[in-house]
């Protein structure tokens, strides 16, 4: 009976150290599909001049969970025939995986399409997508260093609480 | 549509049927004016300086690089052949226009659907040949209604009609379909009359190319080149008449050539379409 309670301590504390580890791992893919989408929108806006409801419209599926919900949430907003606005977009996406500086600087991304013309719109997805670039790299790094440490913590908490109640 | 672009409260407050209303004008801060059965009237609805913004941008589409080349021409072509004028401040980038921003008016074009409003057109220029034909009037006299109604007709005849919708006014596109009948013309969207009468002319092997508003030389030249290769033609014009157009020195030469052979004078009195005269290629009147 004793192992089964020792197994289940280090299940779950392993189990939320591949949590935060996972946390992190979710924070890179975000901004890579943040550089991505911004690639599609490039092509979607420079070549076919499509409009930003019908390129968000598609877009959902291409994407994780965090972009998606985002992208849902935007093409909802002009279904609802609203502007893109940043408050409107910060309050209704539900995301847990970035800070408020983070999610406030994608909302704006966000809130800019459509508002230009077409060079100056291609320049403002090239620069935000420069930014999404560095802070992909950052989160990598991020990940490298914290991922491991936080499934080997998880793992060695566990096994140094059960140790103490030995 | 001019549903999907209004903001609600004009939609609750407008005392007539948006079907019935062709026009309106919103200036900022001022009453909207509307026109019905060419008659403008005050709607009794305040204009709120946000309602442009809020129009502009869903008529783009929240898009605004969608429609950027239109709105340097002027207007903004909607879906659904609704066309809005915009006036504003022109943003100069060198000696070309960059944009127009802080708009201060619109004006709103309904455009609407009269089948058979083009009969007696089609009866005195199409009856056993095809006569190059230019149709004149003042704005707002139903020149696009009666060549969208052609359009219809002579497809109706087994004819290869091109239409060159350069606003998407003539066939109202939205969404990928026509929301006039225009028969089984073939429609050419969003281009430009010299890319349109080129590519036609090659591409399409038309019988008739359908056209609206020429204006300038450039325009000329596109139109005498497809007359030139034994294509019909069948435009539309602003101008008060005959006499007026040949002051337009680009016109009087494509008039005195007699290329066209057909001249049809619209006039709004008494209601807009109403088919003041037609002229011959000598410009004499056989209606």
């Known amino acids: ?166 | 549509m001019l549903k999907d672009i209004l903001p609600k409260e004009i939609l609750d407050n407008l005392r007539y049927k948006l079907e019935d209303v062709c026009e309106l004008r919103l200036r900022k801060d001022k009453n909207i004016v509307i026109s019905v059965m060419g008659k403008y009237v005050d709607a009794g609805i305040r204009c709120l300086p946000t309602w442009i913004d809020e129009i502009v941008l869903r008529a783009s589409r929240f898009s605004i690089y969608t429609v950027n080349e239109q709105l340097k021409a002027g207007f903004i072509a909607v879906k659904g052949g609704v066309r809005i004028g915009v006036c504003g401040e022109v943003v100069p980038d060198g000696q070309v226009i960059k944009t127009i921003k802080n708009i201060t008016s619109l004006n709103i074009r309904n455009p609407r659907e009269a089948i058979g409003c083009s009969d007696p057109v089609a009866e005195r220029c199409f009856n056993g040949r095809l006569n190059s034909t230019l149709v004149i009037s003042k704005p707002g006299a139903g020149k696009t209604t009666l060549i969208r109604d052609l359009c219809r007709s002579l497809s109706r005849k087994n004819l290869n009609v091109l239409v060159l919708d350069e606003r998407g006014e003539i066939s109202g596109e939205a969404e990928g379909r026509f929301q006039f009948d225009v028969g089984s013309s073939d429609v050419m969207l969003y281009c430009s009359k010299q890319f349109g009468f080129s590519f036609g002319v090659r591409a399409m092997r038309p019988d008739v190319i359908i056209c609206d508003e020429l204006k300038g030389e450039e325009d000329c030249g596109a139109v005498y080149e497809a007359l030139s290769c034994g294509v019909c033609v069948v435009a539309t014009i602003h101008s008060g008449g005959v006499e007026e157009l040949m002051q337009k020195r680009s016109f009087k030469g494509i008039i005195e050539s007699g290329a066209f052979k057909r001249y049809v004078l619209l006039s709004d009195e008494p209601r807009p379409g109403s088919i003041k005269a037609i002229f011959d290629e000598k410009l004499e009147t056989i209606l």
């Open chain 1, 1 to 166: 009976m004793e192992i089964f309670i020792y197994l289940a301590i280090i299940f779950c504390t392993t189990y939320i150290g591949f949590g935060i580890a996972d946390y992190y791992v979710k924070r890179e893919k975000l901004y890579h599909e943040l550089v991505i989408f911004g690639e599609k929108l490039k092509s979607d806006i420079g070549f076919l001049l499509l409009p930003i409801g019908e390129i968000l419209r598609g877009g959902a599926q291409q994407f994780g969970s965090s972009l998606a919900e985002l992208i849902e949430v935007s093409s909802r907003l002009l279904g609802e025939g609203k502007p893109l606005s940043e408050a409107e977009l910060f309050e209704r996406w539900q995301t847990r995986l970035l800070l408020h500086d983070e999610k406030l600087f994608i909302c704006r991304f966000f809130s800019m399409l459509g508002r230009s013309d077409e060079k100056t719109q291609l320049e403002n997805i090239e620069n935000y997508c420069e930014r999404f670039k560095q802070r992909e790299s950052e989160c990598q790094n991020e990940r490298k260093r914290y991922s491991p440490m936080f499934r080997k913590l998880g793992f060695l908490s566990g096994l140094a609480i059960c140790l103490f109640l030995l």
